[in-house]
């Protein structure tokens, strides 16, 4: 299966889709049921906010050879910083209207990182301790 990633162009200056590539080659989160060796046709973004450039760009994947078009987690799990698009919504909708109903859309790429407890949460917070 050949996909085209489009990615969150906001988040694109702090994640270089390391975790978007790992899971596309590993076959795994968004990609488990995917029986077809994997190819990654381009990786592109939004265009920015509101992600209007969106469908434009599935359209330019699918004629660069895309049989599928992933929607990178930083659009709509929040990926890696907790904060998912406001737009996501609308952008999924932009991008299925330019691709038609046939073609696969995956709506997200992998699972969000698991959260490290800071040390300062983990000893009760840097205030004061409350007695009980
Ligand atoms: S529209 Fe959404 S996906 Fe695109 S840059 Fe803005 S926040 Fe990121």
């Given at each position: 299966m050949k996909i085209g990633l489009i990615r969150c162009m906001q988040t694109e200056e702090m994640c270089p889709a390391t975790r978007c590539l790992d899971a596309m080659r590993r076959k795994?989160?968004?990609?488990?049921?995917?029986?077809d060796d994997i190819e990654l046709v381009g990786v592109t973004t939004c265009?920015?906010?509101?992600?209007?450039k969106a469908g434009l760009r599935a359209g330019t994947m699918l004629r660069r050879g895309a049989q599928a078009i992933a929607l990178a987690s930083c659009i709509t799990k929040g990926a890696p910083i907790d904060y998912a698009c406001p737009f996501a919504a609308t952008l999924a909708k932009v991008v299925r209207a330019a691709v038609g109903e046939d073609v696969p859309i995956f709506d997200y790429t992998h699972a969000p990182a698991k959260k490290k407890a800071s040390p300062a949460a983990a000893s009760g917070g840097c205030g004061p301790r409350l007695e009980a």
């Amino acid at each position: 299966m050949k996909i085209g990633l489009i990615r969150c162009m906001q988040t694109e200056e702090m994640c270089p889709a390391t975790r978007c590539l790992d899971a596309m080659r590993r076959k795994k989160d968004a990609f488990t049921d995917v029986e077809d060796d994997i190819e990654l046709v381009g990786v592109t973004t939004c265009g920015g906010c509101p992600g209007k450039k969106a469908g434009l760009r599935a359209g330019t994947m699918l004629r660069r050879g895309a049989q599928a078009i992933a929607l990178a987690s930083c659009i709509t799990k929040g990926a890696p910083i907790d904060y998912a698009c406001p737009f996501a919504a609308t952008l999924a909708k932009v991008v299925r209207a330019a691709v038609g109903e046939d073609v696969p859309i995956f709506d997200y790429t992998h699972a969000p990182a698991k959260k490290k407890a800071s040390p300062a949460a983990a000893s009760g917070g840097c205030g004061p301790r409350l007695e009980a």
